[in-house]
C-alpha cells in the first residue's frame, strides 16, 4: 500500500516563500511520476508540478513557473515543493500525487494518478 504524507503547509505572507515535502512509502517508486496538485475554495483540484522519479524532467502549470520548483530525494524517498514569490491566490490545499504508469493520460491529468495524500494547507495573507 502505498502512503503519501505532505507536510511544511503554514501561513505565509504575499512574496514569502514555503517548502513542502511529500514521504512517500510502502513501494519502489523508481518508475513513478509525483506531482502536486491544489484546490483552492471552491474550485476544482489543480495540477501545479510534476517530476519523473526515474530521470529530472519536471513539468510545471503556468501560474507557477518561475515561482515554483519541483525536487526530488530518492534516499529519502521524498518530493518537494518549494514555493517563493508566494501570492494570495496561490492559498489552497496542496496535495501530493504518485502516478504508477496504469494509465495513459497528461500529466497535467488528475485521473492519471493513483495515490494521494492528506493535503497540507497553504495560506498567503496579502
Known amino acids: 500500500q502505498v502512503q503519501l504524507v505532505e507536510s511544511g503547509g503554514g501561513l505565509v505572507q504575499a512574496g514569502g516563500s514555503l517548502r513542502l515535502s511529500c514521504a512517500a512509502s510502502?513501494?519502489?517508486?523508481?518508475?513513478?511520476?509525483m506531482g502536486w496538485f491544489r484546490q483552492a475554495p471552491g474550485k476544482e483540484r489543480e495540477f501545479v508540478a510534476a517530476i519523473l522519479w526515474s530521470s529530472w524532467n519536471t513539468y510545471y502549470a503556468d501560474s507557477v513557473k518561475g515561482r515554483f520548483t519541483i525536487s526530488r530525494d530518492n534516499a529519502r524517498n521524498t518530493v518537494f515543493l518549494q514555493m517563493n514569490s508566494l501570492k494570495p491566490e496561490d492559498t489552497a490545499v496542496y496535495y501530493c500525487?504518485?502516478?504508477?504508469?496504469?494509465?495513459?493520460?497528461?500529466?497535467?491529468?488528475?485521473?492519471?494518478?493513483?495515490?494521494w495524500g492528506q493535503g497540507t494547507q497553504v495560506t498567503v495573507s496579502s
Open positions: 510502502g513501494r519502489t517508486f523508481s518508475n513513478y511520476v
Open positions: 500525487a504518485a502516478d504508477d504508469g496504469g494509465i495513459r493520460a497528461p500529466i497535467s491529468a488528475l485521473p492519471r494518478y493513483d495515490y
